[in-house]
């Protein structure tokens, strides 16, 4: 079978162009990675924009208000400055953006492009699922680009600031799809998405940008596309999910051990690839399963997790495969309305005590 | 920015002999061209190929436009531009032996093998670019060790646009002085991807020619139903870029206008709109009755005097004496072609009907 994917150990310059862009760039400021110190989400991706920028002369980015102005929510602070010739402001044109920086890595200079917010890249949906998911399966020639998904909801933004797009993306075969929910993870999974030599959708929870901090490994920690973690062990059930419902689900599984029940938490960290091994695994010790999401319930990822667990996990299933998702609606703009909606702790509660009682 | 020179030299500061050895050069490939669609034209009425676009009529715009590129240029083509990939892909002093183009260039790949190879390509044979997972003119071919960088089309029009000036700003990133060149039909003009890609190499000033190939009909839609402007290149003043409108048909005056625009491009002034005013000589694909759409006394006219190939002016004499007879013939039996087709449906079309028939029934 003809690959769709290129192999992730072939990170080739398929025009082979030898680009010279004159003297290297400066090194990163002792700012960037202040040892021992917390850095935010939003932060790490910033620390992992700069370290690939400095460590790939060809690294380009491309957004709308990313270069002087330093990107709608601070997150390329600081590039543009560093890297005037290869941090670019675009037009309103995601669409022309997305082609462009497709024609730029086939030739040579894998690109980022930031979307302000995910929910614009429906503006840039042909040039993601026609021109670059298929490229490579076409013609077997590498196409280098991250797309940076601002996504989510929760901060009151309404309907076209807070959509999850993850699952339109899931459904293209040639599309990687990434959703980091630790600070860590954020930036060792962005820098595998650059060095990644297929189209990647980079998911960045907005709720999370701020909320949660860490401290940072040291170090060039590059992540690996495809590898689900365990983010706390269990053996009574398992907690599905990716972005900002991990926090959600660790949440509920520690109310869970107050009353002795100890939920298994699978961060699936990538759809896709998607890790279909440590979620099986996970399921035959637990013998249930509990998918937690924020994009809507109806073929939404949880689904694929669903039928995947049907078909595999059904010997060792105790009780049906459920799922906690955001209805099959749009995004309400007040705060009240949207929480109503939410996948919340006390819904992964209620879904889980019953799997429980079976 | 470093200035590559520009590779077809323009015919107002050349002698005449090279003037003369330009336009034989542009013939031979407009000539190989056509034979070459000739045959798939041939082949689609016996089934060999499912689905044929033919670039008929298109030649005199597309090889100029391959001709003027320089090694490691980029080539993004559509549907009617096998002139253009035929001029980039072959060597002429390998491909025409006789007709002394010179010595060797070394570079390009032997232009025998690559023409089988892209027959096949044609045929969705496993020897094709694109090992018969893509058809047609779908398929990329990048072998900068030839010096070529060819992008296929995807079948959305005008999404090429955008990618194809990535190319040209991985040029200018490169400061390479090499460019991009891209083609569209006046349909594809219409899409969001003309406006983003186009307004994008203007504000970045990519070294991107982007070829018009208006032939005033896309698929059925005729041109004043696609746009209200008075003529594609006043597009130019509003993306503030050099546009001009040029006959198509005149492989010189495209030559000419192309030479310009290159030399904008690598000079890092910017994209160019060309539009070159051509004429629909075919249907949107091979067979599928929509050549009817144009008024038998335009298909006449195409074939009089338009069409490129049957052309007095700017063909060369008397070394090419004998092939332009040929073509002067073939460009008759188009027009026989054309009228047989316009008496009534051929036998493709009467199974067709047939078998509508039976489902309807």
């Given at each position: ?17 030898t ?38 002369p ?92 601002p ?86 059930l ?29 961060d699936?960290?990538?759809?896709i ?7 099986l ?78 | ?9 323009s ?59 320089a ?18 892909y ?11 183009f ?24 496993g ?65 969001g ?105 335009e ?6 005097g338009?069409?490129?190939?049957a ?9 090419a ?6 073509a002067d ?6 027009r ?12 493709i ?13």
């Open positions: 079978m003809r690959p769709v994917f290129a192999p992730v150990f072939a990170v080739d310059r398929a025009a082979g162009s680009p010279a862009l004159g003297s290297p760039p400066p090194a990163l400021g002792p700012a960037n990675a202040p040892a021992g110190k917390e850095t935010t989400y939003v932060d790490a991706i910033n620390q992992g924009l700069a370290e690939e920028l400095a460590r790939d060809h690294l380009v980015l491309m957004g709308q208000d990313i270069a002087a102005f330093e990107g709608a929510f601070r997150t390329t602070r600081g590039l543009h400055s560093r890297y005037p010739e290869r941090v670019l402001d675009t037009p309103i044109a995601e669409s022309g953006t997305i082609g462009i920086a497709i024609g730029a890595a086939v030739l040579g200079y894998p690109t980022v492009v930031e979307m302000q917010f995910a929910d614009f890249i429906s503006c840039g949906f042909n040039q993601l699922v026609n021109v670059a998911a298929k490229l490579y399966y076409r013609w077997q020639v590498p196409c280098p680009i991250v797309v940076r998904l996504s989510g909801g929760g901060v009151g933004a309404g309907p076209f600031h807070s959509q999850n797009d993850e699952g339109w993306f899931a459904q293209t075969a040639g599309l990687k799809v990434v959703c980091p929910a630790t600070a860590a993870d954020a930036k060792a999974l962005l820098k595998a998405a650059i060095r990644d030599p297929n189209p990647v959708l980079f998911f960045e929870h907005k709720f999370l940008y701020r909320r949660i901090k860490e401290v940072l490994p040291a170090g060039d920690v590059v992540g690996v596309l495809g590898e689900a973690r365990i983010a706390r062990p269990g053996h009574d398992t907690l599905v999910a990716y972005g900002s419902t991990v926090w959600t689900c660790l949440e509920a599984a520690e109310e869970l051990a107050i009353e002795g029940i100890e939920a298994e938490v699978v699936l960290r990538t759809l690839p998607y890790d279909e091994a440590t979620v695994a996970s399921v035959k010790k637990t013998a249930r399963a509990l998918v937690v999401h924020e994009a809507p319930l109806t073929l939404g990822f949880g689904a694929e997790v669903a039928a995947r667990l049907a078909d595999t996990a059904f010997p060792y299933l105790d009780a049906p495969i459920r799922r906690v998702t955001y209805p099959d609606r749009p995004v309400p703009y007040a705060r009240v309305l949207e929480q109503q909606l939410l996948p919340s702790k006390d819904k992964v509660l209620a879904a889980a005590r019953e799997l429980l009682a079976y | 920015m470093t200035t590559a020179p520009v590779s077809s030299a015919p107002a500061t050349s002698g005449l002999a090279d003037i003369a050895r330009e336009r034989l050069r542009r013939y031979a490939f407009m000539k190989l061209a056509r034979d070459f669609d000739s045959r798939f034209e041939a082949l689609l009425l016996t089934g060999r190929v499912s689905k044929w676009y033919s670039e008929v009529g298109n030649e005199a715009t597309t090889v100029p436009a391959g001709l003027m590129l090694p490691g240029d980029a080539l993004c083509t559509l549907h009617r531009d096998l002139g253009a990939i035929l001029a980039v072959l060597d002429p002093a390998r491909a025409f032996p006789e007709m002394g010179g010595e060797p260039d070394g570079r390009r790949p032997d232009p025998v093998e690559i023409l089988v190879r892209l027959a096949c390509q044609l045929l969705g044979k020897a094709g670019f694109s090992q018969g997972v893509e058809r047609s003119f779908h398929y990329g071919y990048l072998a900068p060790e030839h010096g070529i960088l060819h992008l296929g089309m995807i079948s959305h029009l005008g999404s090429m646009i955008p990618v194809a000036a990535g190319c040209a700003f991985a040029h200018q990133l490169a400061g390479s002085g090499r460019l991009a060149v891209n083609f569209i039909g006046e349909g594809g003009t219409s899409t991807d003309f406006h983003e890609g186009l307004n994008m190499a203007a504000v970045w000033k990519l070294p991107l020619v982007l070829v018009i190939e208006n032939n005033r009909y896309a698929f059925s839609t005729p041109a004043h139903l696609q746009y209200a402007a008075r003529q594609l290149s006043d597009r130019g003043v509003g993306y503030g870029i050099a546009a001009e409108t040029v006959d198509g048909n005149d492989p010189d005056a495209m030559a000419a206008a192309l030479a310009r625009a290159a030399a904008r491009a690598r000079a890092g002034e910017g994209p160019t709109l060309l539009e070159a005013m051509l004429g629909r000589m075919r249907g949107h694909s091979e067979g599928d009755d929509s050549l009817k759409v144009v008024p038998a006394e298909l006449e006219r195409y074939g009089a338009l069409c490129p190939a052309r007095k002016r700017g063909r060369p004499r008397p070394r004496a004998r092939a332009a007879g040929r013939r073939r460009a008759r039996r188009a026989h072609l054309a009228r047989a087709r316009r008496r009534g449906p051929g036998p079309d009467r199974h067709a009907a047939r078998l509508r028939a039976r489902l309807r029934g």
